[in-house]
Protein backbone atom coordinates (compact mmCIF):
# COMPACT_ATOMS: atom_id res chain seq x y z
CA UNK A 1 0.00 0.00 0.00
CA UNK A 2 1.19 3.24 -0.86
CA UNK A 3 1.00 6.14 1.29
CA UNK A 4 -2.38 8.25 0.47
CA UNK A 5 -1.91 11.46 -0.50
CA UNK A 6 -3.72 13.93 1.68
CA UNK A 7 -6.02 16.00 -0.97
CA UNK A 8 -5.09 19.49 0.51
CA UNK A 9 -1.79 21.50 0.28
CA UNK A 10 0.21 21.26 3.71
CA UNK A 11 0.78 24.42 5.77
CA UNK A 12 4.73 24.63 4.38
CA UNK A 13 4.57 26.45 7.68
CA UNK A 14 3.75 24.05 9.84
CA UNK A 15 2.74 20.46 8.31
CA UNK A 16 0.39 19.33 11.06
CA UNK A 17 -1.92 21.35 8.82
CA UNK A 18 -3.76 21.70 5.85
CA UNK A 19 -3.86 24.79 3.22
CA UNK A 20 -7.79 25.75 0.96
CA UNK A 21 -5.85 24.48 -1.84
CA UNK A 22 -6.60 20.82 -3.76
CA UNK A 23 -2.89 19.29 -3.44
CA UNK A 24 -1.91 18.09 -7.35
CA UNK A 25 -3.39 15.12 -8.35
CA UNK A 26 -6.26 15.09 -5.74
CA UNK A 27 -8.31 17.44 -8.28
CA UNK A 28 -10.91 14.33 -8.73
CA UNK A 29 -12.13 14.48 -5.47
CA UNK A 30 -13.73 18.22 -5.21
CA UNK A 31 -14.44 17.11 -9.06
CA UNK A 32 -16.90 14.76 -7.74
CA UNK A 33 -15.37 11.69 -8.67
CA UNK A 34 -14.95 8.31 -6.22
CA UNK A 35 -16.36 7.04 -3.70
CA UNK A 36 -15.73 8.52 -0.15
CA UNK A 37 -15.31 5.66 3.34
CA UNK A 38 -15.15 6.53 6.67
CA UNK A 39 -11.08 6.26 7.52
CA UNK A 40 -10.67 3.88 10.85
CA UNK A 41 -8.47 5.03 13.13
CA UNK A 42 -5.66 2.30 14.52
CA UNK A 43 -2.84 1.03 12.20
CA UNK A 44 -2.46 -0.59 8.93
CA UNK A 45 -1.79 -3.80 8.37
CA UNK A 46 -1.86 -6.55 5.23
CA UNK A 47 -3.07 -10.09 4.82
CA UNK A 48 -1.25 -11.38 1.43
CA UNK A 49 -3.05 -14.44 1.55
CA UNK A 50 -0.45 -16.58 3.30
CA UNK A 51 1.11 -14.03 5.78
CA UNK A 52 0.21 -10.77 7.95
CA UNK A 53 2.58 -7.62 7.53
CA UNK A 54 2.46 -4.31 9.30
CA UNK A 55 2.56 -0.89 7.43
CA UNK A 56 6.08 0.51 8.43
CA UNK A 57 7.94 4.25 7.91
CA UNK A 58 11.25 4.11 8.02
CA UNK A 59 13.12 7.56 8.60
CA UNK A 60 16.40 8.43 6.09
CA UNK A 61 19.10 6.85 7.70
CA UNK A 62 17.52 4.34 9.84
CA UNK A 63 18.34 0.71 9.81
CA UNK A 64 15.45 -1.08 7.83
CA UNK A 65 13.96 -4.01 9.51
CA UNK A 66 14.38 -7.37 8.73
CA UNK A 67 12.17 -8.62 6.07
CA UNK A 68 11.06 -5.18 5.68
CA UNK A 69 9.16 -4.76 1.52
CA UNK A 70 9.46 -1.44 0.99
CA UNK A 71 6.62 -0.09 -1.09
CA UNK A 72 7.57 4.00 -1.82
CA UNK A 73 9.59 6.82 -1.02
CA UNK A 74 7.75 9.93 0.32
CA UNK A 75 9.66 13.28 -1.73
CA UNK A 76 8.96 15.51 0.92
CA UNK A 77 9.97 14.10 3.90
CA UNK A 78 12.53 10.91 2.71
CA UNK A 79 10.51 8.13 4.68
CA UNK A 80 10.24 4.73 3.17
CA UNK A 81 6.95 3.42 3.27
CA UNK A 82 6.51 -0.43 3.09
CA UNK A 83 5.85 -3.74 5.14
CA UNK A 84 7.25 -5.66 7.81
CA UNK A 85 6.23 -9.13 9.25
CA UNK A 86 3.40 -8.19 11.24
CA UNK A 87 5.37 -10.35 14.18
CA UNK A 88 8.13 -8.01 14.82
CA UNK A 89 5.85 -4.98 14.88
CA UNK A 90 4.84 -3.49 18.31
CA UNK A 91 1.53 -4.29 17.82
CA UNK A 92 1.89 -8.04 17.46
CA UNK A 93 0.16 -9.30 20.68
CA UNK A 94 -2.57 -6.91 19.72
CA UNK A 95 -2.94 -8.74 15.80
CA UNK A 96 -2.88 -11.97 17.69
CA UNK A 97 -5.70 -11.21 19.71
CA UNK A 98 -7.74 -9.41 17.27
CA UNK A 99 -6.99 -12.40 14.33
CA UNK A 100 -8.28 -14.82 17.17
CA UNK A 101 -11.19 -13.35 17.71
CA UNK A 102 -12.28 -12.92 14.26
CA UNK A 103 -14.76 -15.09 12.56
CA UNK A 104 -14.02 -17.29 9.11
CA UNK A 105 -10.77 -16.71 7.16
CA UNK A 106 -9.79 -13.65 6.32
CA UNK A 107 -9.41 -12.26 2.36
CA UNK A 108 -6.10 -10.86 1.06
CA UNK A 109 -6.35 -7.16 1.58
CA UNK A 110 -5.38 -4.48 4.01
CA UNK A 111 -7.37 -4.09 7.17
CA UNK A 112 -7.25 -1.73 10.09
CA UNK A 113 -6.16 -3.03 13.27
CA UNK A 114 -8.14 -1.54 16.30
CA UNK A 115 -8.29 -2.07 20.07
CA UNK A 116 -8.24 -0.64 23.70
CA UNK A 117 -4.10 -0.49 22.78
CA UNK A 118 -3.80 1.23 19.77
CA UNK A 119 -3.57 4.82 19.83
CA UNK A 120 -5.56 5.13 22.77
CA UNK A 121 -8.19 3.42 21.55
CA UNK A 122 -10.15 6.47 19.81
CA UNK A 123 -12.62 3.76 17.84
CA UNK A 124 -13.77 2.98 21.18
CA UNK A 125 -13.82 -0.85 20.62
CA UNK A 126 -13.62 -3.35 23.61
CA UNK A 127 -11.24 -5.94 21.97
CA UNK A 128 -8.70 -5.76 19.36
CA UNK A 129 -10.27 -6.61 16.13
CA UNK A 130 -9.81 -5.87 12.22
CA UNK A 131 -11.32 -4.11 9.95
CA UNK A 132 -11.26 -4.55 6.50
CA UNK A 133 -10.99 -1.59 4.26
CA UNK A 134 -12.81 -2.96 1.34
CA UNK A 135 -15.71 -3.13 3.83
CA UNK A 136 -15.43 0.44 5.54
CA UNK A 137 -18.58 2.57 5.71
CA UNK A 138 -19.56 4.32 2.99
CA UNK A 139 -20.23 8.02 3.49
CA UNK A 140 -22.14 10.71 0.98
CA UNK A 141 -21.56 14.32 0.78
CA UNK A 142 -23.96 16.80 -0.28
CA UNK A 143 -21.07 18.40 -2.12
CA UNK A 144 -17.01 18.41 -1.94
CA UNK A 145 -16.39 21.80 -1.22
CA UNK A 146 -14.06 22.16 1.55
CA UNK A 147 -15.81 24.46 4.08
CA UNK A 148 -18.63 20.74 3.41
CA UNK A 149 -15.67 18.06 3.46
CA UNK A 150 -14.40 19.98 6.69
CA UNK A 151 -17.66 20.17 8.36
CA UNK A 152 -18.31 16.21 8.09
CA UNK A 153 -14.39 15.11 8.45
CA UNK A 154 -15.54 17.04 12.11
CA UNK A 155 -18.84 15.50 12.71
CA UNK A 156 -17.64 12.32 11.95
CA UNK A 157 -14.63 12.55 14.59
CA UNK A 158 -16.76 14.13 17.15
CA UNK A 159 -19.67 11.53 16.92
CA UNK A 160 -18.35 8.90 15.90
CA UNK A 161 -14.66 8.86 16.69
CA UNK A 162 -13.58 8.50 12.66
CA UNK A 163 -10.09 9.74 11.75
CA UNK A 164 -11.23 11.25 8.55
CA UNK A 165 -11.89 10.33 5.15
CA UNK A 166 -10.73 8.32 2.38
CA UNK A 167 -11.26 8.57 -1.55
CA UNK A 168 -11.49 5.74 -4.00
CA UNK A 169 -11.66 6.56 -7.75
CA UNK A 170 -12.55 3.54 -9.91
CA UNK A 171 -9.11 3.92 -11.28
CA UNK A 172 -7.40 2.90 -8.33
CA UNK A 173 -6.31 6.35 -7.13
CA UNK A 174 -7.37 7.00 -3.46
CA UNK A 175 -6.82 10.50 -1.13
CA UNK A 176 -7.57 11.23 2.34
CA UNK A 177 -8.06 13.88 4.44
CA UNK A 178 -8.39 13.79 8.69
CA UNK A 179 -9.74 15.80 11.19
CA UNK A 180 -6.77 16.90 12.74
CA UNK A 181 -5.13 18.24 9.53
CA UNK A 182 -8.05 21.32 9.73
CA UNK A 183 -7.34 22.16 13.52
CA UNK A 184 -5.60 25.40 12.44
CA UNK A 185 -7.66 26.53 10.04
CA UNK A 186 -10.39 26.54 12.84
CA UNK A 187 -7.88 27.93 15.52
CA UNK A 188 -5.36 29.83 14.14
CA UNK A 189 -3.67 30.40 17.10
CA UNK A 190 -2.71 26.60 17.69
CA UNK A 191 0.68 26.13 17.80
CA UNK A 192 1.77 29.77 18.07
Not at 32 to 46: Q, S
Not at 82 to 92: I, K, M, N, Y
Not at 136 to 146: E, I, K, N, P, T
Not at 149 to 171: C, K, N
Request: proline share 8%; aromatic share 8%.
Amino acid sequence: MRKIPTMFVRNPEDRRYVLPKVAAGCEWVTAGEGVATRKYDGTCVLYDGAAWWARREVKPGKAVPPGFRAVGTDDVTGRTVGWEPVEQSPFAKFHAEAAAGAEGPFAPGTYELVGPRINANPEGTPAHQLIAHAEAAVVVLADRSLETLRSTVLQLAEFEHAEGLVFHHPDGRMAKIKARDFYATLHPMAGK
